[in-house]
Structures are given as C-alpha cells and as structure tokens.
C-alpha cells in the first residue's frame, strides 16, 4: 500500500512563507508527476503546481513567481516553497503522485491527506 504524508502547513502573515513537504512510502518502482493541489472552502480543488519525472514544471498563474515545486526521488518527497504568501492562497493543500507498483505496467494516483495553510491579513 502506497501512503503519501504531508508535512509544514501553518499560520503565517501576509507576505510570509512556508515549505511544503509530500513524502510517499510503500512499495513502488517509480513516481511520474508529482502534484500539488488546494482546495479553499466552497470552492472546488484546483491544481496549484506540477513536476514530471524529468522535472519540467508548470505552474498555476495565480502562483507564478511566488511558489517554487521540486522533488528529491531518492528521498521520494516533492516539495512547494511558498513565498509572498496571500490571504487568498488559504486553503488545505494535498499532494498526488502518480505511482507506478513494481511489477505493474499501470499507474495509479494517491492523494495525501491534506495540511492547512492560512494566510492572516
């Protein structure tokens, strides 16, 4: 079984910052995209940034500039630095990583389970 767990939500002020992590454990042969997503309240999920297996990246333009994804595949971890944080990037963030299981010629998507993050005007 594949499990990712998220760490480094927070409170911070307005202009702050904070880094993310996603760390993924279990049985798995390789990790395609590495995604970033949030969901606000009322609103609906939305991908905030994406990093493939040879590291292009693409971003939403609400957070262009301000937040940075990366990954390390050794450690099995992506990660988003925010900063010049807004009241607007409030939401809970998740991770997804697209999975491939040893022996398996699929891949499978597996969600964290969320941090908050809250941006105080």
């Known amino acids: 079984q594949v499990q990712l767990v998220e760490t480094g939500g927070g409170l911070v002020q307005t202009g702050g910052s904070l880094r993310l992590s996603c760390t993924a454990s279990g049985s798995i042969f390789s990790i395609y995209a590495m995604d970033w997503y949030r969901q606000a309240p009322g609103k609906q999920r939305e991908l905030v940034a994406t990093?493939?297996?040879?590291?292009?990246?693409n971003y939403a333009d609400s957070v262009k500039g301000r937040f940075t994804i990366s990954r390390d595949n050794a450690k099995k971890t992506v990660y988003l630095q925010m900063n010049s944080l807004k009241p607007e990037d409030t939401a809970v963030y998740y991770c997804?990583?697209?999975?491939?299981?040893?022996?398996?010629?699929?891949?499978?998507?597996?969600w964290g389970q969320g941090t908050q993050v809250t941006v105080s005007s």
């Open positions: 997804r990583d697209e999975v491939q299981l040893p022996g398996g010629r699929f891949v499978y998507q597996y």
């Open positions: 990093i493939n297996i040879s590291n292009i990246t």
